[in-house]
């Protein structure tokens, strides 16, 4: 028997999971890192920490499932998309923090090329919006206060692992993190001149561009004795949306995850939104680039993670199910879950949280109730505006990710959309994508 090795590298924490060719879990570790929130709207990781702990995960699943390294026939990476590093590529050692995919610190620029009447060009060719939710005005960022840029190195957190993997051996990227870069034109499917010069990014730093399906290279055989090909390359979203089985256009999956990121297959249409989406490249059942509108939500199950930490409504994120099932009757509550402003199908970076119909006889579950419920009416918004843009009902909602475990939630959502909320049989789509696509490459499949 052959088996797959996914390595999902998330938000808040890296994961690995061993899949057999069959597809069945074998054996999985998780690993959470810090989270730095050093001014307000600014949000950083460690990229060192998070190569330590994905690399950690992945030895502790492999040893779980009692695999030696020849029976590891391919690698799969997943990430969380947008995240920007930059690196010396003489040390390996990134020259700053990594700049986190909700960081809003360069909304300033934004605004300045939105005045310049830069946005609709912008547009066009990437199919996003003008905002700093994606890499380019972070790397723009970066690339100010850095040093030599024949020196330097630019990759979301796919390119960073791959490096890292291949001891610096390969510097790439696929389609669908490249997609979210802003700098990287769909249509033509290729790094675009005019973009680079608009956000003054030398090409120089930037990764080659590989099929989401295809060998990127071979493991370090220190990492891995006997070494494992990286098969497999696809963003988070884009990997579950390949693990639900959405190959045929119109079919849509939403992901529960920190945020809220939908996506709807539209096949070779590359229409751009004209009701508040992103564009963005996805993979066709070959592993090869086809495109979908795509909804994104900041702040979803990073709500509860909210109301737990911050609130201290409860200790555990599964309480909130029962706490919200109490309370016996609606009521005005709302809750507004802007925390890092809105995305689709808004775009209001300066929106900020609030909480509404508060009474002197508001529990902590009414609260806890309506942070749910915040979750499930951020997706009807994105449903209604896929509904318009692509002119067709949608008919049935492909859910995954952590806050899907909520009960409450999912029924809520169900009620409120009118259609059925299916999950899967093997929860673990977003991984079970970046597999899918290793084992193509591969020959497994």
Request: aromatic letters at 10%.
């Amino acid at each position: 028997m052959s088996y797959l090795l996914a390595l999902d590298q998330g938000t808040t924490s890296s994961r690995a999971i061993v899949f057999s060719d069959s597809q069945e879990m074998v054996a999985s570790a998780q690993k959470e890192f810090t989270q730095f929130y050093p001014q307000p709207g600014w949000v950083e990781h460690d990229a060192r920490e998070i190569w330590a702990s994905q690399l950690s995960v992945a030895v502790e699943a492999l040893a779980e499932a009692g695999l030696k390294p020849p029976e590891v026939r391919a690698i799969g990476i997943t990430n969380q998309r947008e995240t920007t590093v930059v690196w010396d590529r003489c040390t390996g050692q990134p020259v700053g923090p990594a700049i986190v995919w909700q960081d809003r610190r360069t909304a300033p620029q934004c605004e300045r090329l939105r005045a310049e009447g830069l946005e609709p060009l912008i547009q066009a060719k990437t199919g996003l919006v003008l905002d700093p939710y994606f890499s380019a005005t972070k790397l723009q960022w970066i690339l100010e206060r850095a040093g030599d840029p024949e020196r330097l190195a630019f990759g979301t957190i796919d390119t960073w692992l791959v490096w890292n993997l291949t001891g610096g051996e390969v510097h790439a990227t696929d389609p669908s993190n490249a997609a979210r870069t802003m700098l990287y034109n769909i249509h033509e499917q290729r790094w675009d001149p005019e973009l680079l010069e608009i956000f003054g990014v030398p090409e120089c730093v930037l990764p080659r561009v590989m099929p989401s399906s295809g060998v990127f290279g071979e493991v370090d055989p220190s990492f891995l004795p006997g070494g494992a090909p990286i098969a497999g390359v696809a963003g988070d979203q884009q990997a579950a949306l390949f693990g639900q089985a959405c190959f045929t256009p119109g079919l849509t999956k939403n992901t529960y995850g920190t945020g809220c990121f939908m996506l709807l297959n539209t096949g070779q249409l590359s229409k751009i939104s004209q009701y508040g989406l992103l564009t963005t490249l996805v993979c066709d059942t070959h592993g090869k680039p086809a495109y979908a509108f795509e909804g994104s939500t900041f702040i979803a199950g990073a709500v509860v993670q909210w109301l737990r930490d911050y609130m201290k409504f409860f200790a555990k994120s599964s309480e909130s199910e029962q706490l919200a099932v109490s309370v016996s009757k609606e009521d005005d509550v709302v809750l507004i879950p802007a925390f890092v402003g809105l995305g689709s199908p808004y775009w209001r970076s300066d929106a900020r949280g609030a909480i509404f119909g508060l009474t002197r006889d508001t529990t902590r579950e009414q609260i806890i109730r309506a942070g749910l419920k915040s979750i499930a009416m951020q997706t009807y918004d994105i449903i209604e505006a896929m509904q318009q843009d692509s002119g067709k009902f949608i008919h049935e909602l492909r859910v995954d990710g952590g806050a899907t475990g909520n009960n409450y939630l999912m029924q809520f959502q169900a009620d409120i959309l009118g259609i059925p909320v299916l999950l899967p049989e093997v929860t673990e789509s977003t991984a079970l994508g970046a597999a899918y696509l290793a084992g193509l490459s591969s020959k497994l499949y």
